[in-house]
């Protein structure tokens, strides 16, 4: 899923611009959500994560300012992208002064509309060549961020494979071997029957055989003969 982070303290421009998403993705195959902010204020500040996202910042709100939000994001997550749309065009300047690597900077009131089509869709192009797999199920094409997967296991009923991120499962007919071949050296297996994101887990409970994922959720899918492998990816453990 595609999610799409919208700051402006100006209503009716939060409004215009998830228009412009929705008119965008519905021309796309990817699944996509719109999560709209009027301030950088703690909601927005909690949100913020190493999860791969599509930001659209105001420059300026009555709490923060978008450039340091942006130096936010970018301790957190490299791969989002970030598009600054503005009323501020003397800004520009200094945007370009900061390391925050911004795809796009537009200005309200000059060709706003057609700008910021143009960088949605350089934005998904972005995130199709460097992250994305793609899944056919019934017909429906999914593409799923890569970053998103928190782990893949085989489904015991049917023999098929689950691809879990945090906000769905996608299940599909390929089998682990086939999407472990597919994925990068990222992925390792965690099972037999499961393949996990190393970049995605948080925990290792050695103990009780038990990974925990950074969104929280665990699985016990960790057998004697990978474990030793994963321990270099325990967060706690090399802090």
Known sequence: MIEFVVCDDNLETVKKVSNIITKVMMKNNYEYKIMKYYDYD?????????ATRIYILDIETPSKSGIDIARMIRKKSLESIIIFITGHEELGPLLLREE????????????????????????????KTKQVISIENKSIIYNILISDILYIVKDKITRNSIIVTPNRKYYTKKCLHELKNILDDRFLYSHRSCIVNTYRIHTIDKKNSIIIFD???????????Y?????????EYNI
């Open 42 to 50: 703690n909601d927005f500040l909690n949100l913020i994560s190493n």
């Open 100 to 127: 925050i690597h911004f795809l796009s900077f537009i200005n309200k009131f000059d060709n706003c509309e057609k700008r910021l089509e143009n960088s949605i869709n350089n934005a998904l192009e972005l995130l």
């Open 215 to 225: 969104n929280e959720e665990e699985i016990s899918l960790l057998s004697k003969s």
């Open 227 to 235: 474990k030793k492998g994963l321990y270099k990816y325990d967060v």
